[in-house]
């Protein structure tokens, strides 16, 4: 029998989950600084649930893994956290709002497997519900800079407001295919005024109002001078609300960047959308979100506002940036070699691990070539040798295995220099 | 439409994941204190691993959960975490032996959802290949001591070895049925001596034979009188592994006791076992696990050796007892209520979060009452006013919520309050 994963899984040996553990931590403490809660949904849901026309689009529907229970009950593997977090705010009324909760875990896609794209990968979702003003954008978009600056990336901030886009649209008279054209705009870094155009042109729409839509959206500058350019909308509920998340912003001391061309395909949007990207590569968006006041509400079809806006990091790629930057390696500090001398080595062991040192020890005798290469191998930092002559001086040698030098230290001194 | 949860699954609300996250951190500490590295392997298996002989037996097997991917391929999801980590050590053969990891996470098993048994549980696995000497066997067991003393649990651990289950049999000339009449042994503190004598004799045991084995397990003092009366087995293997593992123990300063009745279930263990119960419920189990030296080798149909001995942790047990305990409710350690000074606090929001302090705001300007409520009921600890007044004084009014008193600092005092 040749033992194999299932189709578009992955596994993560203990040098890659200790780097996606050292993702999952930083956020985790960012989105703590910030009052957010965890939550845990299993990863078993309804069928039902999940096929509510108000929960994914039929795009992802076609992607959703159903399975049946033995009472022949339609079940499905959760595609998204968005949906499950909905659920949960429908079936506990006694939630206090504002609810500000995280969730990190593995999601479901039955979709064909092209470059970087699997079938289980990991999500990690900060949402805020209950708050309608700018006020709780602002606070995500600070959470998502504080997040990537302390995950060591750069990144930039882009963000939009779909109301704006939707003026955009209607300034320029267009009243069918609203989402299709939205689509188009979002396309204008990656293919040009002249290929906006054309896509444009392929949806019927005249030069007046390919002309009217370019001249809005290639607007360039300075957040401000877009806004002043902008004034001209009809609308301006989404300028206001965009000056008004900027001031918050300030006080937050987060940059972003106001890009007018920013879509984001989710139609469920309502105000407020944003997108992370790494500062040298424009293209690959790290994360991003935004604001959905009716689809909670819609979903539980309740007369009761749920409004709410959140921001997903794509745990996936920025394990992809962090992996080849050498992050970490291990968690262990120090690996023990005892020389004929097994069990005062592991009373040691026990004394270091009761001050808090990660210790591994060779428990099966097998030499110090073969124990330092090993210990090389697992990159641990630290090498213990324990002999019969170290134990009568009570002084062990310590070999550093990047520099290799050696000293010789009590127990005390050992605890107070790796604990240093 | 009625939202739900799929049968025989739960959610974890804030209150309750942070006591699971509080859980998983300490064992998880307490892992990489040994110099366990984590791994993370897929939800989705293919059908065909799960369901080899050498996996899971026919018990687990009827409550796989499976499903097909749109390929028409056969998947399942995992039912523990030893399946699929025997898979990972076969598909990898650049691994260092001993190879020490441990992996938590979510299995399934589509069985009767009776008191306590869902469908969908975390299971928590700590093991180490590699190394066939009692010296795994006894870091396992030293790990698993300090593991529960940190979550705050008195327990005690029952240690015992199949071998010696195998020469009591043998000593009773029991040859068939073996797996059965050990099953009724492990039953002894639950049924008595009457009941396991009842039990035995149904299974057709002669008057001799029953004699036999109940003056073998019913041996009572402390685990030196136990080993010192087991002499007279004929076969001393077990005892010998018992001698040498309670060496290493006693330098790891973990104390265990011996249980000639404890059998566990599983049939795949082949040396030591053991169980952790709770002090003052000997019936509740919280974890464990043993030595099994030919399953992953069989499985991978490998003629070079596996010894494996690893421990499993009850998380939802655990949960279940320490999530009345009060452990800890909340994250947050600050509430911000800002009184017509919204812009001034948020920015002193954020220099609070600079400085390591888990700090919620008020985004909607709701009123003191309101506010207090909010923040009483989240059991934030401290809240913070934040008035012109305040601002002009540079000294802002603190109030410790469970005390009442109040008293104003400035940022400053106010970061060296909360991060001492």
Redesign the interface.
């Known amino acids: 029998?040749t033992?194999?994963?299932?189709?578009?899984?992955?596994?993560?040996?203990?040098e890659?989950?200790?780097v996606?553990?050292y993702i999952i931590d930083t956020l985790r403490e960012v989105f703590?600084?910030?009052?957010y809660?965890?939550?845990?949904?299993?990863?078993?849901?309804?069928y039902?649930?999940l096929s509510?026309k108000y929960a994914g689009g039929s795009e992802i529907l076609k992607e959703v893994?159903?399975?049946k229970?033995?009472?022949n009950?339609e079940?499905a593997?959760r595609y998204d956290l968005t949906v499950p977090f909905s659920?949960?705010i429908?079936?506990?009324p006694q939630?206090?709002m504002?609810f500000?909760?995280y969730q990190t875990g593995?999601v479901?896609r039955?979709g064909p497997i092209s470059t970087g794209r699997v079938?289980?990968f990991w999500q990690c979702d900060v949402d805020?519900v209950?708050?309608k003003?700018m006020?709780?954008d602002?606070?995500i978009l600070?959470l998502a800079d504080?997040a990537y600056k302390r995950l060591g990336l750069k990144v930039k901030i882009k963000i939009n407001n779909r109301k704006i886009l939707n003026s955009i649209l209607k300034e320029a008279d267009i009243t069918e295919n609203q989402e299709d054209i939205i689509l188009i705009i979002d396309k204008l870094y990656k293919i040009g005024v002249k290929g906006v155009k054309e896509e444009l042109k392929s949806k019927k729409l005249t030069d007046k109002q390919i002309n009217k839509i370019i001249s809005l959206i290639s607007i360039k500058g300075s957040n401000s001078k877009k806004l002043k350019e902008l004034c001209k909308l009809e609308n301006k509920e989404g300028l206001e609300e965009i000056k008004e998340l900027l001031?918050?912003l300030k006080?937050?001391?987060t940059k972003v960047e106001f890009d007018i061309t920013l879509a984001r395909g989710l139609s469920y949007y309502t105000g407020t959308i944003f997108e992370v990207v790494l500062n040298n590569d424009l293209s690959l968006s790290l994360g991003g979100g935004g604001r959905y006041d009716d689809m909670i509400s819609k979903f539980?079809?309740s007369k009761q506002e749920y409004p709410a806006v959140g921001i997903s990091f794509g745990l996936d790629r920025i394990y992809n940036i962090l992996v080849n930057k050498n992050i970490k390696k291990?968690?262990?500090r120090l690996?023990i070699i005892p020389i004929q001398t097994?069990?005062?080595s592991?009373?040691i062991s026990?004394k270091l691990?009761e001050n808090?040192?990660?210790?591994?020890?060779d428990?099966?005798n097998k030499g110090i070539s073969k124990n330092l290469d090993?210990a090389n191998?697992?990159n641990i930092p630290y090498v213990l040798f324990i002999g019969e002559n170290e134990l009568k001086k009570k002084k062990l040698k310590l070999k550093d295995m990047n520099s290799g030098k050696e000293k010789f230290l009590t127990i005390k001194e050992l605890c107070k220099f790796l604990n240093g």
Chains 1, 2 share one sequence.
Do not use: C
């Open positions: 029998m033992l194999q994963r299932a189709k578009g899984t992955r596994d993560f040996l203990p890659q989950k200790i996606r553990q703590e600084l910030y009052g809660s965890p939550l845990e949904t299993p990863v078993l849901e309804r039902e649930t509510s893994f159903k399975l229970d033995q009472g009950r079940l593997l659920r949960v429908a079936m506990n939630l206090k504002p500000k909760r593995p479901f039955d079938r289980e805020i209950g708050i003003k006020t709780a602002a606070e600070s504080m001031s918050y006080e937050f001391n539980m079809d291990t968690n262990t690996f097994l069990k005062e592991l009373n026990q691990r808090n040192i990660n210790t591994d020890i428990l099966n090993y191998k697992l």
